[in-house]
């Protein structure tokens, strides 16, 4: 089946530790997008891409980065810049620009990190 | 810069209740689209309707129904008779032709108690 998947569902890091966040998708879709969230706040962007190789900064990227090396795949890498990780993070996928009108996005099913 | 407000954080009724969910929006580009997006326990958003600017008619799907009103920027949501797997939380989302990502709403969380 198409759609998207995230992989952990759980992880935990230690202060000061690098990780990173997977995300592949099967939808041939040229967009995708990284969001976090917290309690009460809504989701808020990281980073989105949409085409390969190229990738912007979203509302909060500080302590974040990406890389958008093949369409299906954006990682999302946790720095230990990032103050305060802790969260759900979600991963999407949408037709892009080449769409013209803007589609739906498909979100996969969530990372929750946890810093220990 | 465009903004969604969604002010009730979290509503509770009975089952087979109506419930509505409010969501106002800002924007300076005269062709954008809004979005439901509905987020269960499981916590993968699934997409529910999107409606461009241009396109104000209201529509009525099963148990749900919009409101769209571009004169005070409102894009409401009604679930009709609503049922325990109705419990999540909803998020009002807006994207612009000009812009190439989804400004969120805080999402409302909704409970319905058999």
């Known amino acids: 089946d198409g759609g998207i998947t995230q992989s952990p569902k759980y992880l935990f890091r230690k202060e000061g530790q690098n990780v990173t966040l997977s995300c592949e998708q099967n939808?041939?879709?040229?967009?995708m997008y990284w969001y976090r969230q917290d309690p009460g706040q809504g989701l808020r962007l990281i980073y989105y891409?949409?085409?390969?190789?190229?990738?912007q900064k979203g509302d909060i990227a500080e302590g974040y980065s990406v890389s958008r090396e093949k369409k299906e795949s954006f990682p999302l890498t946790v720095t230990s810049a990032q103050k305060n990780p802790t969260a759900f993070y979600l991963c999407?996928?949408?037709?892009?620009?080449?769409?013209?009108?803007?589609?739906?996005?498909?979100f996969g099913q969530g990372t929750r990190l946890t810093v220990v | 810069a465009q903004k969604v407000t969604q002010a009730q954080t979290e509503i509770s009724v009975v089952e087979k209740e109506d419930v509505t969910l409010d969501c106002v929006y800002e924007?300076?580009?005269?062709?954008?689209?809004l979005f439901w997006y509905k987020q269960p326990p499981s916590g993968e958003l699934v997409f529910l309707i999107r409606r461009n600017s241009f396109d104000e008619q209201n529509e009525i799907s099963g148990r749900y129904s919009w409101n769209f009103q571009k004169s005070t920027s409102s894009f409401n949501f009604t679930i009709t008779a609503s049922q325990v797997v109705d419990s999540a939380v909803y998020f009002c989302a807006l994207e612009t032709l000009n812009d190439y990502k989804l400004s969120f709403g805080a999402g409302t969380t909704v409970t319905v108690r058999a």
């Open positions: 891409s949409q085409i390969v190789n190229d990738f």
């Open positions: 924007t300076r580009d005269t062709t954008y689209y």
């Open positions: 999407a996928s949408s037709m892009g620009v080449r769409a013209g009108a803007r589609t739906e996005a498909f």
């Open positions: 939808l041939n879709h040229d967009a």
